[in-house]
């Protein structure tokens, strides 16, 4: 199990959320095909995907990019392994 400890450090919150069992069937297939290890990985990745469309908020990346690029960039990182 993931050290809560290790969490602290890294600054990482634990957060609990209702999903339709749709979506989590989707994203367990997502793990389940390696594209993802976790469904926590894959939900992450989301909420990233997310900042990045609404409002460009990652270090690093450009306040405005198009969801077409973010598509784009998004298939290119998640190929499966």
Do not use: H
């Not at 749709?22 to 990985?41: F, H, N, P």
């Not at 997310?50 to 990652?58: C, K, N, V």
């Amino acid at each position: 199990m993931y050290d809560t400890r290790i969490a602290k450090c890294l600054g990482v919150k634990t957060i609990s959320l209702r999903m339709p069992d749709r979506i989590l069937e989707e994203v367990d297939e997502l793990v389940k095909q390696g594209v993802y290890a976790s469904r926590t990985e894959a939900i992450r990745e989301g909420a990233r995907l997310l900042l990045r469309a609404q409002i460009g908020s990652l270090p690093g990346k450009p306040v405005e990019v198009s969801n077409d690029d973010l598509w784009t960039e998004f298939l290119r990182e998640k190929k499966p392994r």
